[in-house]
């Protein structure tokens, strides 16, 4: 068991890098007969938005300070820039995957090398504890019970000793999700509100600024994707930082294997649930995947690494990116 406490990667999946997709986003909008038919339990507008505790918990929630905070933000950056709103969401996206959770992500890294680096002392550790308690055990003549229980506890305290000695709880390495995931659904929220039809305070309507925003196929952002071109692409990018992450994974537990299902189905349902919102929202969950994946990849440059002051571990490659590719080529493709 403590051999696992610090593997490689804690199971900070990707996606977190994905983050925990929720159907509280399918309520897509529309303000035009012109625009793509939505379903009946899809429309809704935000005006109708209570105050916190009048409505149900997502009026609370598009009506709340960090959502608020988040439609600020996006306003600013569009004003800033001068560019169409898809250039806005694009390059939103890139600045707050680049200045924060590129740094969490390279803190979240540095914590679990620094934990698989304490593997050896802790198993160095576990083996005399062992030991040592079989020798008091049969000193005191305690029960198997007693005895594992003995063990359990001063293993746990050492540990955590070790832990608190090098700075390194893989709890820390937690940090990225509990930051990434609120992040990305008060920007959705944030997107949803402007496309359902939020004014800013000076009168203009962002909702009218974003059906004339679009790019290509999507020039209408408050409009869904007819093509399904934007939620099989979303579903694309996170199944292939899924299977990215379990490419490394060598000899998987039956617990890991079985969350690496369950984000695989997460990754799939996304894109029935990406084809009943507003375009604006997919096109950000799509610029999210692609950085989070980037991120991914990067992450597992030597130099980059050694930039970033990551301790090598028993477990680095010198040549990530082509054992990355050998591994896909045997999985996937010579099994043919």
């Given at each position: 068991?403590l ?25 897509a ?8 038919a ?15 505790g ?8 598009a ?13 600013s ?7 169409p ?26 914590i679990?090398?620094k ?17 040592e308690?079989?020798?008091r ?5 305690w029960?198997?019970r ?5 063990y ?12 608190v ?29 402007f496309?359902?039809g ?9 909702q ?19 093509t ?9 990018v996170?199944l292939?930082i899924?299977?990215?992450f379990a ?11 079985l ?12 894109i029935?649930?990406?084809?009943t ?6 096109l ?32 680095d ?8 590719f050998?591994?896909f ?5 010579s099994?043919?």
């Amino acid at each position: 068991m403590l051999c696992r406490i610090g593997g490689r990667r804690l199971w900070s999946l990707p996606g977190l890098q994905l983050g925990v997709r929720s159907p509280l986003f399918a309520l897509a909008p529309t303000s035009s007969a012109d625009r793509s038919a939505l379903p009946a339990w899809a429309v809704a507008s935000v005006s109708a938005v209570s105050p916190a505790g009048a409505g149900g918990w997502y009026e609370t929630l598009a009506a709340s300070a960090p959502v608020r905070g988040a439609e600020e933000l996006l306003l600013s950056a569009h004003s800033a820039t001068g560019l169409p709103w898809w250039g806005s969401i694009l390059l939103t996206t890139v600045a707050l995957r680049g200045a924060v959770t590129l740094p969490l992500a390279v803190y979240q890294h540095y914590i679990l090398a620094k934990v698989e680096n304490l593997q050896p002392e802790i198993k160095n550790i576990a083996r005399h504890l062992n030991q040592e308690v079989a020798v008091r055990a049969n000193q005191l003549g305690w029960s198997k019970r007693v005895a594992r229980l003995t063990y359990l506890k001063n293993m746990r305290r050492l540990v955590s000793e070790l832990y608190v000695r090098d700075n390194c709880h893989p709890f820390k390495a937690t940090v990225l999700v509990w930051i990434q995931l609120p992040m990305w659904i008060f920007i959705s929220v944030a997107l949803r509100n402007f496309s359902m039809g939020a004014t800013h305070s000076e009168g203009f309507s962002v909702q009218e600024q974003l059906a004339t925003g679009g790019i290509l196929w999507f020039p209408d952002l408050t409009a869904l994707d007819s093509t399904w071109i934007l939620p099989i692409s979303v579903g694309v990018v996170n199944l292939l930082i899924v299977e990215i992450f379990a490419l490394q994974k060598v000899g998987m537990s039956r617990f890991h294997k079985l969350v690496t299902y369950f984000v695989r189905g997460v990754s799939v349902l996304m894109i029935p649930i990406a084809a009943t919102v507003p375009s604006s929202i997919v096109l950000y969950w799509l610029c999210s995947s692609f950085m989070g994946l980037s991120q991914n990849l990067l992450l597992r440059s030597p130099g980059f690494r050694q930039l970033c002051r990551i301790p090598m571990t028993k477990s680095d490659s010198h040549t990530p990116y082509k054992d990355l590719f050998s591994t896909f080529y045997a999985k996937f493709i010579s099994k043919k």
